[in-house]
């Protein structure tokens, strides 16, 4: 069993993030895939902690990352 599982994230720029479970999901829901950032959430986390958890593991991870466009 592998040690994290990936989950597709897109963050809108009021800070808040959505989260879905594959590219695939996403695309059914509107979100077009290029957008997306795939983040490798810990395996225990995905499985024992809350999706608010989850949500701010993720939004630190996009805060990492560096920001690409001009605005």
């Known amino acids: 069993m592998a040690d994290t599982t990936a989950l597709y994230a897109l963050r ?13 999901y996403a695309q059914e829901r509107g979100i077009d895939p290029s957008r997306l950032v795939r983040v490798e959430i810990p395996r225990e ?3 024992s902690g809350s999706v608010q958890d989850i949500r701010e593991y ?5 805060e990492e990352q560096p920001r690409t466009g001009t605005a």
């Open 12 to 24: 809108f720029p009021d800070g808040s993030v959505s989260l879905y479970i594959d590219e695939l």
């Open 45 to 47: 986390m995905f499985v």
């Open 58 to 62: 993720v939004a630190l991870r996009l």
